[in-house]
C-alpha cells in the first residue's frame, strides 16, 4: 500500500469524484443492482404463476408443488461459510498458477459471459420476436428446447463474445461483465438474513485479507494483480500452433470480464475498476429484501380478504434504506481510495453501509426475527374464520 497523502485539496478531491469513470461505476454498479433484483422477481412470480396453472390442469389436489426454478440456486448456511474459503483457494490458484492455466480461465470466462450475456439480452430479444412468434419451444435433441427468443438472444451473444476475443475491447468487457452480474443477481437466492450476513461478512474479511495483508505473504497484492492481469488469446495461442504468424501478432491479450473498467474522459490513461463481486455480493442481499418487500405487500393484499392486517405501514421499505447504504458504501469506498491513493477492499465499506442499516430497521419494524430465520414462511389460511 502506498503512503497515506496528507493535506489533499478539497477541490481536487470533489473534483476526482465528479471524475466521468466515477460517476460511471455509480450508476452503472447501480442500474445492475436494481434491475437484477427486480429481475430475479419478475422470475419468481413467473414460477409461481406456471406452477399455479399447472396445478390448475392436473387437478392437483396435495400439496403446493415446490415452486422454484430447476435454474435457481439458494445458498444454505453451510454455502455461506465455505465460499470465501472456496474463493480464496480460487484466488491463490489464479495467482501461482496463472501463466499455465491461462487458456482454461479464458475459454471458461467465454464461455460462463456467452450464457450470461444471453440471458440479459433475453427480454429485448421476447419482445422484438413476440409479433412474430407463437412462443413455441424448438427441440435440439440432447441440448435441450428453447424458443425463438432465447435462440436469437445466444446467437447475438455468441458474437460478442467473438469480438471481445479479436478485439479485446474494454467496453465488449464491460458488457460482459454486466450480464455475469445481472445472471448471478437473479438466478441465486439468499434464503434469510442469517446466510446473508454469513456470506458478507465472510466476504469481508476475505477482500480485507487479500488486498491488505497479502502482500506481506506473497510479496505482491493478490487481488489488484489477479484483476489486471491479461490473458493469452486464444484466437493467438491456435494461430501460433498452425503457424499463422500475422494473427498473431494481431491478437490483442485478454482482460477477462471479472472487473468492470470505466475510462476517464477528462484524464487521458485513468480509469476506475470495481470488481463483480462488488456488486454482485450486496446485489444478492438487495434481492432478497426486494423479495421480502413483495412478500410484505402480499400479506397487506390479504388484510383486504378479511385476514388480521399486518404491521406493516412503514413508507421506507427494506430494498430503498438498503440501496440507499450500498450508494453510501461505495461513495466512502471511493474517496477513500482517492485519500490513500491505493486499492481498497470496496466490500469493507459496501457491507456495513448495507447490512447495518438493514438490521436496525428490521428490529425497529419488529421483523428481525422472522428475516433472520424463515422471513417468506407462508402460513396457511384458516378454513373458518371468526365473525
Given at each position: 500500500?502506498?503512503?497515506?497523502?496528507?493535506n489533499?485539496?478539497?477541490?481536487?478531491?470533489?473534483?476526482?469524484?465528479?471524475?466521468s469513470?466515477?460517476?460511471?461505476?455509480f450508476?452503472?454498479?447501480?442500474?445492475?443492482?436494481?434491475?437484477g433484483s427486480?429481475?430475479?422477481l419478475?422470475?419468481?412470480q413467473?414460477?409461481?404463476?406456471a406452477a399455479a396453472?399447472?396445478?390448475?390442469d392436473?387437478?392437483y389436489s396435495?400439496p403446493n408443488?415446490?415452486?422454484e426454478?430447476d435454474?435457481?440456486?439458494?445458498i444454505?448456511t453451510c454455502?455461506?461459510m465455505?465460499?470465501?474459503?472456496?474463493?480464496?483457494?480460487?484466488?491463490?490458484?489464479?495467482f501461482?498458477f496463472?501463466?499455465s492455466?491461462?487458456?482454461?480461465?479464458a475459454?471458461c470466462?467465454a464461455i460462463?459471459?456467452t450464457?450470461?450475456?444471453?440471458?440479459?439480452?433475453l427480454?429485448?430479444?421476447?419482445?422484438?420476436?413476440r409479433p412474430?412468434?407463437s412462443?413455441?419451444?424448438?427441440?435440439?435433441?440432447w441440448c435441450?428446447?428453447f424458443?425463438?427468443?432465447e435462440i436469437?438472444?445466444?446467437?447475438?451473444?455468441l458474437?460478442?463474445?467473438c469480438i471481445?476475443?479479436l478485439?479485446?475491447?474494454?467496453?465488449l468487457?464491460d458488457?460482459l461483465g454486466?450480464?455475469l452480474?445481472?445472471?448471478?443477481?437473479?438466478?441465486v437466492?439468499?434464503?434469510s438474513?442469517?446466510?446473508s450476513?454469513?456470506?458478507l461478512?465472510?466476504?469481508l474479511l476475505?477482500?480485507v485479507?487479500?488486498v491488505?495483508?497479502s502482500s506481506y505473504?506473497?510479496s505482491a497484492?493478490?487481488?489488484?494483480?489477479?484483476?489486471?492481469r491479461?490473458?493469452?488469446?486464444p484466437?493467438g495461442?491456435?494461430a501460433?500452433k498452425?503457424?499463422f504468424?500475422g494473427?498473431?501478432?494481431d491478437?490483442?491479450?485478454?482482460?477477462l470480464?471479472?472487473?468492470?473498467v470505466?475510462?476517464?474522459?477528462?484524464?487521458?490513461g485513468?480509469?476506475?475498476?470495481l470488481?463483480?463481486?462488488d456488486?454482485?455480493m450486496p446485489?444478492?442481499?438487495?434481492c432478497?429484501?426486494?423479495?421480502?418487500?413483495a412478500y410484505?405487500?402480499?400479506?397487506l393484499n390479504?388484510?383486504?380478504?378479511?385476514?388480521?392486517p399486518p404491521?406493516?405501514?412503514?413508507?421506507?421499505?427494506?430494498f430503498?434504506?438498503?440501496l440507499?447504504?450500498?450508494?453510501?458504501?461505495?461513495?466512502?469506498?471511493t474517496?477513500?481510495?482517492?485519500?490513500?491513493?491505493?486499492?481498497?477492499?470496496?466490500l469493507?465499506?459496501?457491507?456495513?453501509?448495507?447490512l447495518l442499516?438493514?438490521?436496525t430497521?428490521?428490529?425497529?419494524k419488529?421483523?428481525?426475527r422472522?428475516m433472520?430465520?424463515?422471513?417468506f414462511?407462508?402460513?396457511?389460511?384458516?378454513?373458518y374464520?371468526?365473525?
Open positions: 500500500m502506498e503512503p497515506v497523502q496528507e489533499i485539496p478539497s477541490a481536487y478531491l470533489a473534483y476526482s469524484m465528479m471524475d469513470s466515477r460517476v460511471s461505476t450508476v452503472i454498479s447501480i442500474m445492475l443492482i436494481v434491475y427486480f429481475r430475479s419478475n422470475l419468481e413467473q414460477n409461481k404463476e396453472e399447472k396445478e390448475k392436473n387437478n396435495g408443488p415446490n415452486t426454478n435454474n435457481v440456486q439458494t444454505d454455502q455461506a465455505f465460499l470465501p474459503i472456496g474463493a480464496s483457494i480460487s484466488l491463490l490458484i489464479m501461482l496463472f501463466d492455466l491461462q487458456m482454461v480461465f475459454v470466462t460462463l459471459a450464457v450470461a450475456f444471453a440471458f440479459l439480452l427480454p429485448m430479444c421476447q419482445y422484438l420476436v412474430c412468434s412462443g413455441q419451444k424448438i427441440s435440439f435433441g435441450g428446447r424458443t425463438a427468443a436469437i438472444a445466444f446467437c447475438m451473444s458474437c460478442i463474445v471481445w476475443v478485439t479485446g475491447h474494454w467496453l468487457m458488457a454486466m450480464g452480474c445481472v445472471s448471478f443477481i437473479a438466478l437466492r439468499l434464503p438474513l442469517k446466510v450476513t454469513l456470506l461478512v465472510g466476504l476475505y477482500d485479507f487479500w491488505f495483508f505473504i506473497f497484492n493478490v487481488m489488484v494483480k489477479v484483476a489486471t491479461p490473458a493469452e488469446n484466437v495461442v491456435l501460433k498452425l503457424h504468424t494473427l498473431v501478432r491478437a490483442p491479450k485478454l482482460s470480464p471479472g472487473k468492470l470505466f475510462p476517464s474522459m477528462q484524464n487521458a485513468h480509469f476506475s475498476m470488481g463483480l463481486g456488486i454482485v446485489g444478492l442481499l438487495l432478497f429484501v426486494l423479495r421480502f418487500d410484505k405487500r402480499m400479506q390479504l388484510a383486504e380478504s378479511g385476514l388480521a404491521t406493516y405501514h412503514h413508507k421506507i421499505s427494506y430503498h434504506c438498503s440507499l447504504g450500498y450508494f453510501l458504501g461505495l461513495l466512502t469506498a474517496v477513500s481510495s482517492e485519500v490513500f491513493r491505493a486499492a481498497q477492499p470496496a469493507l465499506y459496501l457491507v456495513p453501509f448495507t442499516p438493514l438490521l430497521m428490521a428490529y425497529l419488529g421483523d428481525l422472522r433472520w430465520h424463515e422471513p414462511l407462508v402460513l396457511p389460511t384458516p378454513k374464520q371468526d365473525v
